[in-house]
């Protein structure tokens, strides 16, 4: 979104800030119209950057129409500003013509009755500010993503359908009820100071910024300014002052590193040498050998996760391209008990000199016989393959409860269905190394 006049303080500094007439023409063209309550008085146009006038029509409150046709050189234009300064009966703005491409719309200190921009099929920005506009639907302008109409009369709004929103004001408006997007985009800019919104509304309103991990931004709510802060939004509140109910917020974690920090490993019946610098995971059993049988190690550095975090889901992602199967299976994902070594883990042993309890590290002291996550693979079918993680498994980790040793994977029949995935030494594609999405509440 452009910006052009967001906050009341800087509404004139804003304004002010119109190309001049050498700027390069793919930067945006304002034109600015002057005019008064009285059309006869005249009109003032002014256009910067190059670009023409739009066809332009205003229905006054009194019937009285003014058409000004369109000026400069042809071709389209991408904002429209509109300065009532003199206007004292209330009017209705009807854009029309050759301005249906804007994609900015701002218009303020008039005293509208209603606003008709039906045309404006492409508009992202709309700006009525200080316009006395008592009423707007928002139903007719779901596809903005800037929507700032301080200074109105506006007693209630609903936002509901606005699925594309990424900034909204009301700011000095007499604003009592306030429905919040269902499904917004990320959120960057609110200003609600001086209106009449309930702590229930703005408490709200802080609980979707945190879900949606707002860390920055400009924010003004409950007399409250939270501009460009880092971290999470409800620490930032709780070191300002913030008396009211904090939300827990939401994050998610994508752990998708590369062998610096992620550690994974193949270990297999046919070899004595540890496997952990390849850039390939195999698991599974060979169908060109008999009992040549593959199975996983891999763990994630955790530590990014607060220790009282609510662990809500978490899910592993691998990337197959290879197979030696003749067999679709299985594949589980078991909790390890040993603190193996990548670069030491075989066949035989966890570690040099620290032999598993069982061959293949699926011992009963070696790790958990129940898994944590499981999942078919189709043979045939390449790419992304995902298991879904059980969360008081990953719980424990976060929290301490039990030693973070990573996982075990391995096919369930273990029967010519061997299966090659991306390992964290992967570095042609670095989107195809193992990931682990967390996702976690914390209060």
């Known amino acids: 979104m452009s910006r052009l006049a967001l906050r009341p303080a800087l509404r004139h500094a804003a304004i002010g800030k119109r190309q001049d007439a050498e700027a390069e023409p793919d930067q945006i063209t304002l034109v600015t119209r002057f005019y008064s309550a009285d059309p006869e008085e005249g009109f003032g146009i002014v256009a910067q950057g190059g670009g023409p006038v739009p066809t332009y029509h205003v ?33 209705t703005v009807v854009v029309t013509g050759e301005m249906s491409g804007a994609t900015y719309f701002l218009c303020e200190y008039g005293a509208l009755d209603s606003v008709d921009l039906a045309a404006l099929t492409g508009l992202d920005e709309l700006h009525l500010e200080w316009c006395e506009l008592p009423v707007f639907d928002t139903g007719s302008h779901a596809g903005l993503d800037g929507l700032y109409l301080p200074g109105c009369a506006l007693e209630s709004v609903d936002l509901s359908g606005m699925s594309a929103l990424e900034g909204f004001s009301f700011a000095e408006s007499p604003l009592a009820a306030l429905i ?28 979707l910024l945190v879900a949606q991990g707002t860390t920055d931004g400009q924010l003004e709510i409950g007399g409250y300014e939270l501009t460009d802060d880092s971290g999470p939004l409800a620490e930032t509140l709780v070191a300002r002052g913030w008396t009211g109910d904090i939300p827990t917020y939401v994050r998610t974690l994508t752990l998708q590193p590369g062998e610096a920090t992620t550690e994974d490993t193949e270990i297999w019946t046919g070899t004595s040498t540890p496997h952990g610098d390849l850039v390939i995971l195999q698991i599974g059993e060979s169908n060109l050998q008999v009992d040549s049988i593959y199975r996983g190690l891999l763990r994630f550095d955790l530590s990014g996760i607060p220790a009282n975090a609510a662990i809500l889901s978490a899910v592993l992602s691998l990337w197959s391209f290879a197979r030696n199967a003749s067999n679709n299976s299985t594949f589980e994902v078991f909790r390890m008990k040993r603190a193996w070594v990548e670069a030491q883990a075989i066949w035989t042993h966890y570690a040099t000199g620290s032999a598993w309890s069982a061959p293949g590290g699926f011992g009963a002291d070696d790790c958990e016989q129940t898994p944590m996550g499981s999942t078919v693979i189709d043979r045939l079918v390449y790419g992304e393959k995902q298991w879904a993680l059980d969360a008081a498994a990953v719980q424990e980790w976060v929290s301490g409860a039990m030693p973070n040793n990573g996982v075990l994977i391995k096919s369930a029949a273990e029967s010519d269905d061997l299966i090659s995935f991306r390992s964290s030494s992967y570095d042609t594609d670095m989107t195809k190394r193992p990931m682990l999405a967390v996702s976690f509440a914390v209060p």
């Open 59 to 91: 229905a006054w409150g009194d019937g009285a129409e003014e058409d000004v046709a369109a000026v400069g050189d042809e071709g389209s234009w991408e904002a429209i500003l509109l300065h009532s300064y003199a206007t004292e009966e209330p009017h």
């Open 180 to 207: 919040l997007p269902t499904t917004p985009a990320q959120i960057t800019q609110v200003y609600l100071s001086g209106t009449s919104l309930d702590d229930a509304t703005l408490t709200a309103l802080l609980a």
